[in-house]
């Protein structure tokens, strides 16, 4: 079962508002992570998939077959969103068993069925609870097991875990991802969170403006963002403008030996380097390349590491590092060093 946008726009009424020229393609089985700030358009992507809203133009496949005109319940997807949703009134296992009610399915059917959805989300013994006596992430599990009982064709997730703690959070986003893999499902996460996007996804859709600026594999999209703003928006950046010359590129903190990928000299570039692949140095005593004494300026402590700001002449180079150790110069390998 896949999934796949062709070329989808659609803008809301009297508003300029929506998502423009949309193409992406969910694989069989394939979590893809769609991205972006508040606003641009990663909820309306999914209402599209969903049925709730009709494109503008383009068309929505799901597993090959064209579902412009299929009311929502006739899609056969799973959803899932921020509010659970659940019926107060229902116990756990109706809730869950939901989704088989409605398709005639026979009560002794359904229990069994639910137990076994229950099980595989870890809320066995749970059956008979009523949603108010559970905790959100038990909640949010309900509402997963509940979107796939009737084996979807597909499943929508809506930031499902930005109302969790932190710490439930990352437990659940892993629970997510097993499930999906058990089911196999072509899968649309949307989240804000740059960290759970990474971390669950097989490929990532950076959304900005309603229209897709990048998609590819996680750490592709960390490492080779394709312009300025994937770059900033996933993880921290070092973000030098600058101007490509013969082996490097010119910026306020100097001359950056680097691989310029064929640029044209002169031509107008930014330099991006993660903090974590800086390197520091305790003396100045060292022949790396585009080294830079200096001094810090910020010491942040992160828990697993700490991010400096080092100031050198012309700027500041954020740099992560995993113990406190006297920084006298930092250097920037080249290899680490992308020009966008
Ligand atoms: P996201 O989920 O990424 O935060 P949305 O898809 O909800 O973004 O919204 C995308 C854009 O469409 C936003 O500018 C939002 O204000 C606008 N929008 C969302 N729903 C409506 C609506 N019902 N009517 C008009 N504009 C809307
Ligand atoms: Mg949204």
């Known amino acids: 079962m896949s999934v796949e946008f062709k070329n989808v726009s659609f803008h809301y009424p009297d508003a300029s508002a929506g998502v423009e020229s949309i193409s992406l393609t969910i694989g069989e089985g394939e979590l893809i992570a769609v991205i972006g700030p508040s606003g641009s358009g990663k909820s309306t992507l999914l209402m599209l998939l969903a049925g709730f809203l009709v494109p503008d133009s383009g068309q929505i496949l799901i597993n090959d077959e064209d579902a412009s005109g299929k009311p929502p319940e006739k899609r056969d997807l799973g959803l899932v969103f921020q509010s659970y949703a659940l019926f107060a009134h229902m116990r756990v296992w109706e809730n869950v068993a939901y989704p088989l009610k409605v398709r005639g399915v026979p009560s002794m059917q359904r229990r069994k069925r639910a137990e076994e959805m229950l099980l595989r989300v870890g809320l066995s013994g749970m059956a008979e609870r009523r949603p108010a006596s559970l905790s959100g992430g038990q909640r949010q599990r309900v509402a997963?097991?509940?979107?796939?009982?009737?084996?979807?064709?597909?499943?929508?997730?809506?930031?499902?875990?930005?109302?969790?703690?932190?710490?439930?959070?990352?437990?659940?986003?892993d629970e997510i991802r097993h499930v999906q893999r058990d089911a196999?499902?072509?899968?649309?996460?949307?989240?804000?969170?740059?960290?759970?996007?990474?971390?669950?996804?097989?490929?990532?859709?950076?959304?900005?403006?309603?229209?897709?600026?990048?998609?590819?594999?996680?750490?592709?999209?960390?490492?080779?963002?394709?312009?300025?703003?994937?770059?900033?928006?996933?993880?921290h950046a070092n973000l030098w403008d600058g101007t490509a010359r013969d082996g490097g590129v010119e910026t306020?903190?100097?001359?950056?030996?680097?691989?310029?990928?064929?640029?044209?000299?002169?031509?107008?570039?930014?330099?991006?380097?993660?903090?974590?692949?800086?390197?520091?140095?305790?003396?100045?005593?060292?022949?790396?390349?585009?080294?830079?004494?200096?001094?810090?300026?910020?010491?942040?402590?992160?828990?697993?590491?700490?991010?400096?700001?080092?100031?050198?002449?012309?700027?500041?180079?954020?740099?992560?590092?995993?113990?406190?150790?006297?920084?006298a110069a930092v250097s920037i390998p080249p290899e680490w060093i992308r020009l966008l």
């Open 252 to 327: 306020a903190i100097g001359f950056l030996r680097c691989d310029t990928n064929g640029v044209a000299p002169g031509t107008g570039v930014t330099a991006l380097v993660r903090p974590e692949r800086v390197l520091t140095h305790d003396s100045l005593d060292t022949n790396r390349p585009n080294r830079f004494p200096g001094e810090i300026t910020e010491d942040r402590f992160l828990g697993a590491q700490r991010r400096l700001d080092f100031a050198v002449h012309g700027g500041v180079v954020s740099v992560e590092v995993a113990h406190r150790d006297k920084v």
């Open 184 to 235: 196999g499902i072509a899968t649309l996460h949307v989240t804000h969170d740059q960290e759970e996007a990474l971390s669950i996804a097989d490929r990532v859709a950076v959304l900005r403006d309603g229209r897709l600026e990048q998609v590819g594999a996680p750490a592709d999209i960390y490492d080779q963002p394709a312009t300025r703003f994937v770059a900033g928006f996933l993880g």
């Open 144 to 173: 997963l097991a509940r979107a796939l009982i009737h084996a979807p064709r597909a499943l929508l997730l809506d930031e499902p875990l930005s109302a969790l703690d932190a710490g439930l959070r990352v437990e659940m986003r």
